[in-house]
């Protein structure tokens, strides 16, 4: 008699322990998310452009800004992403007059400063080649920005496979979102626009 | 007399060549035709500064009753032509080179396109220019070589599809 009440007492109080448990979990999902969250995209880095100025994390703050992973022997998805957010930007007018998008070459080895420069400024002045030195400074902004970057062998040499979507910060610092090339103009636009009002 | 014989021998001859130099011309229908082969509009994309490479696009219909592959092509101001297949896989774009070519099988249609199979030039020598058109060689395995233009649209084009040209196939050289 007195086993049995001891093992439903037991019982009852295994059930209370998971109820507090799972409720607490349920209602606390901020906590677990805390660690993940979109704000880990970005962070500290130190980059030469193609004029030579260095750019930081720090020198871009106050403004939103553009990033895209790139090259230049990429015969379709850089064009046509370049020639996209250029469309884009003159579509959204003079807010976005002094907003630049910052390509990121995954190439260091080939894509020089001057080349990059040339390459950019067909598009639009305000794209702006980023040159890592070494494979640690692009490394490091791959590891920042969750991107991916892969040398494949072809038979005349080699190509990148890369992340192609455009990042878009705002003026924290603060991943915004992304741009993609599958999203139709309004979509993008709409994006950059919101993008531009955000304080 | 013989004269008049050899003048009234060449107009002949001039009429009956004449279809054979309008039919060769790929001025009304950008197509071209190799064995049992039709290559439809090869095309590709003016280039951005300092650009060294572009991707060539077309439509390639094998008529015949046997399997033939594009193993190559050359362009005459690119350095070297490859076959290249791209993807994207989920956000990341990856290409490869098709080493052993690319199969168009009988009664098959193959289109390469911007965002897939395309030839790949490299080393391009220069610019490929919007209006222009690049002359160049396609090369299959059974059919052999063809001799092509490639015609340079703008740089957003994504396929050539309101250009004029013929589609129907019903045109043919």
Request: aromatic share 6%.
């Amino acid at each position: 008699m007195n086993a049995l009440k001891i093992v439903r007492l037991t019982a009852w109080a295994a059930i209370g322990i998971i109820t507090v448990a799972l409720l607490y979990v349920l209602l606390n999902p901020v906590d677990r998310e805390q660690g993940t969250g979109v704000a880990s995209i970005g962070g500290p880095f130190r980059l030469a452009d193609h004029n030579g100025q260095i750019v930081t994390d720090a020198s871009l703050r106050g403004k939103p800004y553009a990033l895209f992973f790139g090259f230049t022997h990429c015969p379709d998805v850089c064009p046509t992403s370049m020639l996209e957010i250029t469309n884009d930007l003159n579509a959204v007018g003079n807010a976005a007059k002094d907003f630049r998008v910052y390509f990121v070459t995954v190439d260091p080895a080939r894509d020089t400063t001057a080349l990059l420069k040339e390459y950019t400024g067909s598009f639009d002045s305000r794209i702006i080649g980023l040159v890592p030195k070494d494979e640690a400074e692009l490394a490091n902004m791959a590891r920042l920005y969750r991107a991916i970057y892969r040398k494949v062998d072809t038979p005349s040499g080699y190509t990148m496979d890369h992340t192609a979507s455009i990042y878009l910060m705002d003026a924290q610092g603060q991943f915004f979102g992304t741009l993609d090339s599958k999203e139709t103009p309004g979509v993008r636009q709409a994006k950059l626009k919101r993008l531009l009002e955000r304080r | 007399m013989s004269r008049l014989l050899a003048h009234l021998r060449s107009f002949a001859l001039s009429l009956a060549i004449l279809p054979l130099v309008f039919a060769a011309s790929p001025l009304s229908a950008h197509d071209y035709k190799l064995g049992d082969l039709k290559i439809d509009h090869p095309w590709s994309r003016a280039t951005p500064g300092g650009a060294r490479v572009a991707g060539g696009f077309m439509k390639i219909t094998n008529n015949g009753r046997e399997s033939d592959r594009l193993i190559g092509g050359t362009l005459v101001t690119a350095g070297i032509v490859e076959i290249h297949e791209m993807a994207m896989e989920g956000n990341v774009m990856k290409m490869r080179a098709l080493a052993q070519g690319l199969e168009i099988k009988p009664g098959q249609t193959v289109e390469l396109r911007p965002g897939g199979l395309h030839v790949m030039f490299l080393d391009l020598q220069s610019p490929l220019k919007e209006g222009e058109r690049v002359k160049g060689t396609l090369v299959f395995q059974r059919a052999g070589t063809i001799e092509v233009e490639f015609k340079i649209e703008a740089r957003g084009a994504s396929g050539g599809h309101d250009h004029g040209h013929n589609h129907s196939g019903g045109h043919k050289p």
